[in-house]
């Protein structure tokens, strides 16, 4: 029975996380903070001030109005903990007649797949059963409708842009979430720096667990002692994410762009850099050196965390760890690829990711 009872909780764990009451929950909808582009990523995800492509529907919808004349699409992959996790981005941003104002699309999916489901592999008479393990399928999406707009306001152009997402999670055929929220976004540009915030989740987001087991799953959970999940909510907390930029004019060809962001949450104490029950406080930074706007070299770095350090055989002391990423791109006539390096734990036993990502401006045929 103690067998039986430890397969049942391996499987339950991907559903127990959501069978709760409706409240704010720590790191809700995770996935949707992972990125978006590989740009983004190599600069340790300090966009909010600068992003000016097809990612500003995930960055900060604002940006979005910088996509001007023709329609652009923007592709991303990755791979996380050794090609277990997949992610995957894509979005069509789209001018609208006056080119002040853009529609955006966005879709993000994160998906772990061939989770082994244990449930069943111990019979009633206590023998184990091998054949009786199935696998499963965990997978998130995003579908992010983003609109951007400029405004005059006392000569300077301010841009504003939101978001509406739709969210829907899935665990096997266990569990099915459905989610709805909303995100605002704006951005100031000056000579040489720029401003940005932008609210995610501004109102809270709505996320609704709906739970779907079979008699035999039930009486399983029910004899093991295990709680069997019945419909329930999560809400996620606003998010307020501050930007600012500046850009080095170091020749004629090259610039060097600085980016700081500060990422505020009010869902309770997080290990970030500077944390209360108020808000805690998680900042990131980016570079990005650019040659003759063809070429381009950036880092960042963001995660700031305090970990139990890998080398103290006592398990107490404590460290700062980071994560740090590196990447490139490459820009000729219409198309943009960007490359990402990043590592997910800077300790003994880093977990190492590679981003690729497109952007491709959809240049119109000319009439002969």
Known sequence: MKRLLLCTMITGG???????????????????????????????????????????????????????????VNLM???????????????????LKDNKRVLGLSLLRFAVDDIPNTIFLIESDGTINYNNITNFSAADYAFLISLAQKVKVKNSDINFG????????????????????????????????????????????????SFNLNEKQREVYFLTGNEIPVKSTELTAPRVILGGAY???????????????????????????????????????????GWKNVFFVRAGINNFQKALDDNDT???????????????????????????????????????THVFSLKVDMKKKKKK
């Open 162 to 209: 939101g978001n509406v997402k739709i969210i829907h999670r899935k665990a096997g055929d266990f569990a099915t979430g459905w989610g709805f929220g909303f995100d605002l976004g704006a951005q100031y540009k000056g000579k040489n720096f720029q401003l940005g915030v932008a609210v995610r989740d501004v109102t809270t987001t709505f996320n609704a667990w």
């Open 247 to 289: 850009t080095f004019k170091i020749s004629r060809n090259l610039n060097l762009l600085a980016e700081a962001n500060v990422d505020l949450t009010f869902d309770g104490k997080r290990n970030t850099v500077w944390a209360s029950d108020v808000v805690s406080v998680d900042p990131k930074l980016g570079l990005e050196a």
């Open 314 to 352: 006592t398990n107490t002391k404590k460290i700062w760890i980071y994560q740090p990423s590196v990447g490139a791109g490459f820009h000729i006539s219409n198309v943009q690829i960007d490359y990402a390096f990043t590592n997910l734990a800077n300790q003994s036993n880093p977990l190492y």
């Open 77 to 95: 992959h990755a791979e996380y903990f050794a090609g277990i996790g997949k992610y995957d981005y894509a979005s069509l941003a789209i001018p």
């Open 14 to 72: 991907v559903l127990w996380q959501h069978s709760a009451f409706a409240q704010f929950r720590k790191y809700s909808n995770e996935f949707l903070n992972i990125g978006a582009g590989a740009r983004g990523l190599s600069m340790g995800s300090a966009q909010v001030a600068t992003v000016n492509d097809g990612t500003a529907g995930y960055w900060n919808p604002a940006g979005l109005v910088n996509v001007k004349d023709e329609p652009q």
